[in-house]
Every structure is written in C-alpha cells, then in structure tokens.
C-alpha cells in the first residue's frame, strides 16, 4: 500500500502550521510588485493546491486583504505563508519557502515578468507570462 501524500510547513516560530494531503496543481515563481512587498523578497514562489487538499491552523494566523487577494502569515513571527484571491475559488497557495522540505517543490514557470526587477536574471528555460500564469476573470467567475 502506498504511503499516502502529505506536505507540511509552517511559520519560523511555529505557532502556524499547515499540511497539503495531495500533489500541487501549481508551481510558479511570482515576480509582481504586490508579493514583493508582502514577502520583501525580489521575487515569490508558491505551490498551489485545492482548499480542500490543505489544512491550515495556529492562534497567531493572521491575514491581510488587498482588493480580491489576501496574504496570511504568522501574528508572531511575521512569516508569509499562504495566498488566496477570491477569484480563483478552491484554491490556496503556499509560500514555497514556509514549507518543511521546499526543494521538494521545483517552479514550473514565471508570473508577471513585466514586473520583474531589471538586475534580476533567472536563465532557467521555464515559461514566462507578462502577467499571471492562473486565468482569473474580474468577478471570480473563471477558474
């Protein structure tokens, strides 16, 4: 019988946890002005799953909503962990970093690189969208 899946991370002070029972349907690097602010970082990464696939718990989970987007992260620490936008239904993604083995997980492409900064360069041969690399419609009505 095969073991089953399970992905687990959290926050650096560990008052958040969370764990992914499937593989991810998304893996992308995000180089928009929005998650280098949320995270400080000249570019994100994040593992995209099912909200139904994950669990995510602790007293310090806290979040912050900007327009259809909302970031959570540790009250504590102040580690991002998560992304959701209300146009994409059914769907969390993961900081690729706040997970407990993230070299695990390999970006499949690139998000907004019009976005992206001047001196940064990433030769890596993968995908590359002007804007997102997830369709989302204004009214959360696509997927």
Do not use: W
């Not at 969390?92 to 001196?119: C, K, S």
């Amino acid at each position: 019988m095969d073991d089953p899946i399970l992905h687990t991370g959290g926050c650096r002070c560990g008052a958040v946890r969370f764990q992914a029972h499937a593989e991810p349907h998304h893996i992308s690097y995000c180089h928009c002005a929005d998650c280098r602010r949320a995270t400080g970082a000249p570019v994100s990464a994040f593992v995209g799953f099912r909200a139904g696939e994950v669990s995510l718990e602790g007293k310090a989970l806290k979040s912050f909503s900007n327009g259809p987007a909302e970031r959570s992260f540790c009250g504590t620490c102040g580690s991002p962990i998560a992304y959701s936008d209300r146009r994409l239904p059914d769907r969390l993604y993961f900081m690729l970093g706040a997970f407990d083995m993230p070299a695990y997980f390999r970006p499949t492409q690139h998000a907004y690189v019009r976005e992206q900064l001047p001196f940064l360069h990433m030769p890596d041969g993968l995908p590359r969208h002007l804007k997102s690399s997830v369709p989302r419609s204004e009214d959360g009505t696509d997927q």
